[in-house]
């Protein structure tokens, strides 16, 4: 037999390797030939929910260059956040442990009371960062560092224009919007005054999102060069807010069919949410009229974010590395839009803890293969570990997704879950009645309840995602779902314990 080359390698390789006969994360990194670790391209959104993307089924996201790696790719469909806010989610990815066992459960300040999960915390967590740079590959990160400062060799930032409440300092902006007066109407909400929709007389270019694909596309440009195998985040501050958009890319309102909340609805939500989170979001007096301009806004950010993901794209497929890099995308949790009359974050509906999951690499995975078992984001560097040939640490809740991309077992995890510890915010309306607050997710159910010694009130959630899946009706206090509810509880139970 003569001599294979390296793409007829490669190519031999994954056939294999889906065969079930060579291990995925080998193929690069332990042929006899010497095969150095695949390129990693890590593309991050912030606030980024699943359906943002068109592969996610909504006909009005407008997302042709990541639903091409997702074609190219594998797509997980159901991957759920550990925490619904961005420092705790993020650093339960870079550990592989869940936010109760390192104690970032929240963003604000610490509760006037300890709660009893923060006695047993475990100091000195892994980063699970470091294998890279053990062998050589220092992680490179563009964009928001976000619990990632000590691990990346930061390349800079491009802030956004607007702070969250939609002010500028660029004088040039102030007095453009000023020009344009009514005919760029802007969309706040009445608590805290966030900026969450608006259109801007302005050119894509000159957007913060287009400006960090510059950015990136040099940095990108500079780590090919360099010759080895290279490890580079692209960490986008949108779709979070401030959310504007320029004209161009603001998607018609008329298009977007989402749900809104009906009273019935409403008034079977927990107290916790018709309460301290509908104070939080302060959406629920917004007209028709804003809450189109809003969604509008939110997908036509995302929108601009996938053209710079086409820039990157096209960058490797010009210095021929395209198929020799792993592509990934994701976020750290999702947004509200104004279902259940909520906006924002902070909750656990699909549209908040459900994020977009995709990775690409012909060498190492499949090509067109959706995943549909739900699975959670602590898995997600310990696949990224797999797939460059590295061994996760044995102590860490995550683990590599690889067996299930290569169809060696059909189920994953029992259940996934979510947390938050509210008594933790930096917003007074959340702490004041909140506590830690955690969600379980199996195929079908999902339970939300206060798993908290301070709090007397479960003030719990209980949904049929197989019937109900849009969330709407909730089960909790039916007598007939009980034993549905105490199984839920018994997982987290377990879960919480380590088990």
Known sequence: MGRMNRREFINAGVGAALAGHVPVGRLFAGSARGERRPNILWIMMDDGRADALGCYGKSWARTPNMDRIAADGVRFESAIVQNPVCVPSRKSMKSGHYPHTFGTTAMGKRPEVTPAYMKRIKPNLPNLLNAWKQAGIRPVNVGKTHAYQK????????????????????????????????????????????????????????????????????????????????????????????????????????????????????????????????????????????????????????????????????????????????????????????????????????????????????????????????????????????????????????RSLCPLVRGEVKSWRQACFSEIDHSGSMYEELRRGGGRRVMVRTKRWKLVYFMDERVTDKDGALYDLKKDADEKVNLYARTEYQRVVRRLERLAEQWDKGD
Not at 241 to 249: E, G, L
Not at 274 to 299: F, H, M, V, W
Not at 343 to 358: A, G, H, S, T
């Open 151 to 398: 691990d990346w060799v930061n390349k800079g930032d491009v802030p956004p224009a607007f702070n969250v409440v939609g002010r500028t300092n660029r004088k040039d902006l102030q007095e453009r919007l000023k020009s344009a007066g009514r005919q760029y109407p802007e969309v706040v909400t009445k608590t805290h005054g966030w900026a969450i929709g608006g259109r801007l007389p302005m050119e894509p270019e000159e957007m913060s999102t287009s400006r960090l694909g510059d950015l990136a596309v040099k940095t990108l440009k500079e780590l090919i060069a360099g010759g080895g195998p290279f490890f580079l985040r692209v960490s986008f501050h949108a779709p979070h807010v401030a959310c504007r958009v320029p004209d161009s890319y603001f998607i018609e309102p008329a298009t977007i069919e989402l749900p809104l909340p009906t009273e019935e609805e409403l008034a079977s939500k927990p107290r916790f949410e018709r309460e301290n989170l509908q104070i939080y979001s302060g959406c629920p007096d917004l007209t028709k009229e804003q809450i189109g301009i809003a969604r509008g806004t939110y997908y036509g950010m995302v929108w601009l974010v996938d053209t710079q993901v086409g820039r990157l794209v096209q960058c490797l497929k010009e210095a021929g590395v395209l198929d020799d890099t792993i592509i990934a995308i994701n976020s750290d949790q999702g947004f509200q839009l104004g279902e259940h009359g909520l906006w924002k974050k902070r909750v656990f509906y699909e549209q908040n803890v459900c994020v977009p999951l995709i990775l690409r690499c012909p060498g190492l995975l499949p090509r067109g293969r959706v995943i549909s078992e739900p699975v959670e984001m602590v898995d997600f560097v310990p696949t990224l570990m797999e797939l460059s040939g590295f061994e996760r640490p044995g102590d860490i809740r995550g």
